[in-house]
């Protein structure tokens, strides 16, 4: 197979921004020598183009080459529930999306659905995902093919609920633990494919249904975890009066063995003090979705607090309370929830959570978010003179730093100058479709 050089203005995290200046690589004229889907060699542009004449070289100076963008916690069915006005949370659950996951039921609808979900999540530079399926297997199913197809490490899991939705998205705790056992036996391992247990939340699930869900985790300790913890006020007052016997929301799922360093907890708001130290204890995942959180009125996400006592972070859209399905357009209202918290968020912080930080929030660090020799070539390419404003505004950028800001503010999908998944160009393919 023909090698592919690629060149451009090279950015890779190695360390939090946060914690040391010795964070990351920067190459003015750098290239990525692409051998097999993987990252063979990154270095001086000039000198790896002269010692690897036979690669099939692809040019995008003067934009800016990343490692493609990971999104920790989004829900597959729900890319036609996005900008659907309701209340609050449980009043868009059941008015919007319970419904819109019930068309799942149809294979055709799931296949349809799927590849316009990848292609999305494609053209807005994201090349990873962890994706809530329905409660259909058949969602999983043609998520994983579709993500198969086009090579992409994809993580996700039907949801488990028996209670408290529409019947047509209710299994029972025996009918979930086996169709995720099945799905597990399926897709799991399977390429770049990683299956997720996933719970959806302790208001939608009985306790017997969590007991299947830590029995699956029991029997498969290498997989993931997802759900939801504390998103919400009137949320978290339901399912305090339907576990009456638990400390707090985070006890719900540590009773039944789903909490650790492989659990993703979407949202994370309203923690306890009790719960910050346990999840720091444990290792647990808080899953920041600030798009989502601001649109329904949740609350603002404590960044800095949860870094402070240990607990690792993610960063995520939450299609589809979430309102945009850009990473860029996430960052920048992460931003504004900092600023509304009176925390700092700085432009290189901002990329490394999008990147390397949620790699290490997933437990993939070793394979995806930066451009280390041997990861896999996912990438992003981004251009910060997209569009007539951002033009304007970048003749005045005077560094690296600026320039982050400025694509993180008024950048979206069409910022997103081409993703390569394991060394292939997406999103021009796509569009030439």
């Known amino acids: 197979m023909t090698d592919t050089l690629i060149r451009g203005r090279l950015l890779s995290f190695h360390a939090d921004p946060e914690e040391t200046e010795d964070s990351h690589r920067y190459l003015e004229d750098g290239a990525l020598l692409i051998r097999d889907g993987r990252i063979a060699a990154m270095g001086d542009g000039p000198t790896l183009a002269r010692d690897n004449p036979q690669a099939r070289q692809i040019d995008h100076r003067p934009h800016l080459v990343l490692p493609g963008f990971i999104d920790p916690h989004i829900h597959f069915p729900q890319g036609q529930v996005v900008a659907s006005y309701a209340a609050q949370l449980l009043d868009w659950l059941n008015d919007y999306t319970f419904p819109a996951e019930a068309a799942f039921a149809d294979p055709a609808h799931a296949a349809r659905m799927a590849g316009a979900f990848l292609d999305l999540l494609l053209g807005h530079g994201t090349t990873t995902a962890c994706a809530f399926g329905s409660v259909h297997p058949g969602s999983i199913d043609a998520l994983f093919a579709q993500a198969e197809a086009r090579g992409m490490a994809m993580l996700g899991g039907k949801v488990m609920m028996d209670r408290n939705a529409l019947p047509e998205v209710q299994d029972t705790a025996q009918s979930s633990y086996d169709d995720s056992l099945a799905l597990i036996a399926r897709w799991a391992g399977r390429g770049r494919l990683t299956y997720a247990i996933t719970p959806r939340f302790a208001i939608t699930s009985t306790p017997a249904q969590l007991e299947a869900a830590g029995a699956l985790a029991a029997e498969f300790p290498d997989l993931p975890i997802q759900t939801h913890l504390n998103e919400n006020r009137d949320e978290i007052d339901l399912t305090s009066s339907m576990y009456p016997n638990a400390r707090d929301y985070l006890d719900i799922y540590e009773r039944f063995g789903l909490i650790g360093p492989r659990s993703l907890m979407g949202h994370a708001i309203h923690l306890t003090p009790r719960e910050i130290a346990r999840m720091a204890e444990t290792g647990t995942r808080a899953i920041h979705c600030p798009t989502s959180n601001l649109f329904l009125g949740s609350g603002l996400f404590d960044r800095e607090g949860l870094r402070a006592a240990g607990v690792v972070t993610g960063v995520a859209t939450d299609i589809g309370g979430g ?25 290189l912080a901002s990329f490394h959570w999008a990147t390397r930080g949620n790699a290490l929030a997933l437990g993939m660090a070793d394979r995806i978010g930066t451009l280390e020799v041997g990861t896999d070539a996912d990438l992003v390419v981004l251009d910060a003179r997209a569009t007539p404003a951002m033009r304007m505004r970048a003749e005045t950028i005077r560094s690296l730093s600026e320039e982050l800001f400025l694509i993180q503010t008024l950048g979206d999908d069409r910022a997103v100058a081409e993703t390569y998944v394991a060394g292939k160009p997406m999103k021009s393919q796509a569009a030439a479709l």
């Open 323 to 347: 309102t945009s399905w850009s990473m860029l357009r996430t960052l920048d209202e992460a931003y504004k929830v900092s600023q509304m918290r009176r925390q700092r968020m700085t432009p």
